[in-house]
Structure formats: structure tokens, C-alpha cells
T-cell receptor, first 115, second 109 residues
């Protein structure tokens, strides 16, 4: 079964509103989680690295004030898309590092549609 | 940035072995090679990873060349459900995963 879970799997929101996506590690504690975005027929693009108890590290070109990341516990990271715009419509995927197995596991992904 | 090169697409007959190559000529000594696959509209699924030695698990085998500049993922008996995009990624113990374009594998009946 899945070891990293995302919620919601699909969400539709209106332009200008904010939407939160949750990422949970189910079987292990994850001090580090990662958020990706994927547009149709393209590869995954790393947006940011989420560190438990500290600020996230954002990739170049990703607006930190628009994509708010919170990693308040060892099993939960959240991504909040603020002032959503139709261009933010995408497939958002999180992943979490299992240090014991030296492996990164991915969530099922969340489809965001901004109308 | 992605540090790997993979063919854009491959076909494989059902029941045959699928051999997916990956070049990572700039790999450093402490970087691992990871393989994931992504079926349409799902998150990537972990397949296997290795550092120097060849690895095998219930899903696949990973063959890493002695100079570590390339590797091959082997699916021993491909099924239709193995149709997916396969990503080869190199990463050291502290860094993130950066995805390349991957190989789109189509298993043909």
C-alpha cells in the first residue's frame, strides 16, 4: 500500500482563492519532503524542499509567497496555493524521504483545477 | 538539474525482457542511481536503486557498469501493466531528485 498519501486527490477552486494540499508519510517519519508540479505531457518539476521545523527551500523561479509550505510535524507537510490563477492548474505531487531505506517515496498526486 | 540521459521511447513485446538504458556520465562517487516509473495520472512508483553493485528485487534488476557511467533497468517479463514512463535519477544522500524526460515504455501485446 501507499506509504505517502496526498489529500485531496482532486480539487477545483475559484480564481483568487487559496487551496491547501496535504502530504503525509504513513509508515515512517520524514524530516524532509519535496513538492513537485507536473504539467500535461511534461516531466516533474521540483518546486521546493520542505524541512520539518524550518523554512522550506524553493527552487529558482518558484514564488514562495504564492506556494506556502508548512512542515510542522515529522509526518505532515502542506502546500497552500494562494490567490490561485488558472495557470496554477496542474498535477501537484509530494514525496518524502525514508532515511532508513535511503529511498524517496511519492504520493498519489493532487489534481488542481482553477476556474 | 537532471544528470541523466534516456531514450525518449521504447517498445517491448509482452512477455519479453524490457531493457531500459540510462547514461549518467557525470555521476560522482557518492551518488546513487534510482529508477521510478509513472503511470498516467499517478505519482511516481519506486522500482529500485543502487550505488555500485547490481541489484535485484521483485520488480526489476538494475545493472550498473563498472565505471558507473551508465546503467540498465531490466523488467524480466514485461506485461501490459508495465507500460509507463520510466525515470532514471542520480542523487547523493543529501540532495533532491531532479527528473529528466524519462523513457516512455510501451508493452505491445
Amino acid at each position: 500500500g501507499a506509504v505517502v498519501s496526498q489529500h485531496p486527490s482532486r480539487v477545483i477552486c475559484k480564481s483568487g482563492t487559496s487551496v491547501k494540499i496535504e502530504c503525509r508519510s504513513l509508515d515512517f517519519q520524514a524530516t524532509t519532503m519535496f513538492w513537485y508540479r507536473q504539467f500535461p505531457k511534461q516531466s516533474l518539476m521540483l518546486m521546493a524542499t520542505s524541512n520539518e521545523g524550518s523554512k522550506a527551500t524553493y527552487e529558482q523561479g518558484v514564488e514562495k509567497d504564492k506556494f506556502l509550505i508548512n512542515h510542522a510535524s515529522l509526518t505532515l507537510s502542506t502546500l497552500t496555493v494562494t490567490s490561485a490563477h488558472p495557470e496554477d492548474s496542474s498535477f501537484y505531487i509530494c514525496s518524502a524521504r525514508d532515511h532508513l531505506l535511503n529511498t524517496i517515496y511519492f504520493g498519489e498526486g493532487s489534481w488542481l483545477t482553477v476556474v | 538539474d537532471a544528470k541523466t540521459t534516456q531514450p525518449t521511447s521504447m517498445d517491448c513485446a509482452e512477455g519479453r525482457a524490457a531493457n531500459l538504458p540510462c547514461n549518467h556520465s557525470t555521476i560522482s562517487g557518492n551518488e546513487y542511481v534510482y529508477w521510478y516509473r509513472q503511470i498516467h495520472s499517478q505519482g511516481p512508483q519506486y522500482i529500485i536503486h543502487g550505488l555500485k553493485n547490481n541489484e535485484t528485487n521483485e520488480m526489476a534488476s538494475l545493472i550498473i557498469t563498472e565505471d558507473r557511467k551508465s546503467s540498465t533497468l531490466i523488467l524480466p517479463h514485461a506485461t501490459l501493466r508495465d507500460t509507463a514512463v520510466y525515470y532514471c535519477i542520480v542523487r547523493d544522500s543529501g540532495n533532491q531528485f531532479y527528473f529528466g524526460t524519462g523513457t516512455s515504455l510501451t508493452v505491445i501485446p
